[in-house]
């Protein structure tokens, strides 16, 4: 066991790997658990059920970021640091299980654990379904685990884990220096990096940061590059990718991958800079306020308060790691330090200036015309949007569809803040495009379209101000021939 800067070693006695055997057994139990979970029914409306599963992931990044910066290499005071100890439960370390006690104090085996139980996490999925399978032929009660859906599950897990799989991919390469001794591995102390335990098994270290890290953020990207052709029709791909899909709202489907890439960022921070907590913190915030600014200007939750929650934990975190920068203490010499961090105070200046410089020249461009939507872009999307429109509109007539299987499957495709909005914007539409409402009620039956267009005096108003309007066109023609 490594604290601080010691290592002690704790007697494992008899019952010392007693928790592996228990891991194994709790493994399925927790993977059915975590299948029942994710098969609410694919109803929107349950916002509830929604808002709760989207909070749990975001909550669960913010404890997972805060466990990083625990790790970084400075002194936190009185009571952060236990709260930052707590965070870590949430990295899932797979050091309380003892490992230790069945694979030896060897570096080899205990490195060789870490990059192998994500992979016998994946085989218990396997493991389980084909259990549960089983299990279903003799107790119908058991729920047999479908293959899509079991996809989904373990998306929702590698998507929930994604930090922790990279934080110990990069282990391998986070060497911290020492003034008088060889740079040792942080995450084991023990173990020199120039030593042959560490360098014999450079290609599992390899290996392990291109299957977890790399792989999992390529196949994430790919899902939601090829959504857009594939959700529709595919009932087996819009299953299966629900937990990458399902928490953002439907124009901003592609903000899962964004998440991601914000995690790989934080858990590079310790290869960057091992031992250096003043950088650390830095780029911790740095990378916070990009996120911050980006998912404020995008708000991809399906609710609108888990954006607004987003952004406040987001920008909270940022500035602690601001304000942490008090206490950590200033051992480099001015000039080193100017030396080692002009890159970024450059980088983030000139980003500015060409921030301001770029909008100013934008809008010049817009102002004369030379940039911005065309005329056949416009009418394009007003086409399109009539076409709609007239689609709606005939699928209603028609009654190809009854009206309760219109409002059930609204319900599933929208929230019901998504429908509140959609419907505000429709009844905008209407009244300032067609002059027409629509009538509401606490019924189904009441809620439909009126074509409203006034009261007599108003129809008048409206006829005498079109009459009006073609007798100056006409005027307007015959002018030149006078």
């Known amino acids: ?68 910066i625990g790790l970084f290499s400075i002194s936190l005071p009185g009571g952060i640091k236990e709260i930052m100890m707590v965070m870590g439960v949430f990295t899932f370390d797979i050091e309380v299980l003892n490992a230790q006690c069945v694979t030896g104090t060897d570096f ?107 792989f999992i953020y390529a196949t994430m990207a790919t899902l939601c590059f090829i959504a857009p052709r594939m959700f529709t029709g595919n009932p087996t791909f819009k ?27 934080f858990a590079l921070i310790g290869v960057a800079y091992p031992s250096d907590g003043i950088a650390q913190l830095v780029l911790a915030s740095s990378i916070l306020s990009i996120y911050a600014a980006f998912q404020s200007t995008q708000a991809p939750w399906r609710s609108g308060a888990l954006n607004r929650v987003d952004t406040v934990l987001t920008i909270t975190v940022s500035v602690l790691c601001m304000f942490l920068l008090t206490i950590v203490p200033m051992e480099d010499e001015k000039e080193v330090r100017l030396d080692r961090y ?63 299987k219109v409002y059930e499957r609204l319900g599933q495709f929208l929230t019901v803040q998504e429908q509140s909005a959609f419907a505000s914007l429709l009844q905008w539409t209407l009244q300032e495009v067609f002059n027409a409402s629509v009538a509401t009620g606490s019924g189904k039956g009441s809620r439909r379209l009126s074509m409203n267009t006034g009261s007599t005096a108003e129809r008048g108003e409206r006829d005498r101000r079109a009459s009006l309007s073609k007798s100056s066109e006409s005027q307007e023609k015959v002018a030149p021939s006078e």
């Open 342 to 404: 002009r890159p970024y105070v450059m980088l983030f200046f000139l980003f500015a200036m060409a921030t301001m410089v770029g909008m100013l020249l934008y809008a010049v461009l817009f102002l004369f015309g030379k940039i911005g939507p065309s005329k056949k872009a416009t009418e394009n999307a007003t086409k399109t949007l009539m076409d709609a429109v007239k689609e709606m509109n005939r699928q209603i007539q028609s009654q190809e569809i009854s009206e309760e």
């Open 108 to 214: 080899r085996a205990r490195y060789l654990w870490r990059v192998v139980t994500p992979m016998i996490f994946l085989g218990g999925f396997y493991v389980t379904m084909l259990a549960s399978q089983l299990a279903n032929k003799f107790v119908k009660r058991i729920v047999a685990m479908e293959k899509a859906k079991t996809l989904n599950a373990l998306g929702l897990c590698a998507s929930a884990a994604y930090i922790p799989l990279c934080k110990m991919s990069f282990q391998f390469f986070e060497c911290q220096q020492h003034p008088t001794a060889p740079s040792t591995l942080v995450a084991y102390p023990d173990i020199a990096c120039e030593d042959d335990d560490r360098t014999g098994i450079m290609g599992i270290g390899v290996l392990a940061v291109l299957a977890y890290p790399i």
């Open 239 to 265: 299953t299966g990718t629900g937990f990458l899909l399902s928490r953002w709202k439907p124009t901003i489907w592609y903000f899962g991958p964004a998440v991601m890439l914000r995690n790989l960022c």
């Open 1 to 68: 066991q490594a604290t601080e800067n010691l290592i002690t070693c704790l007697d494992c006695g008899g019952g010392g790997s007693v928790p592996f055997p228990l891991f194994l057994v709790a493994l399925c139990m927790f993977i059915y658990c975590i299948y029942r979970f994710t098969q609410v029914p694919r109803n929107q409306g349950l916002t509830a059920a929604l808002m709760l599963s989207s909070l749990c992931s975001l909550l669960m990044t913010i404890f997972q970021t805060l466990a990083v």
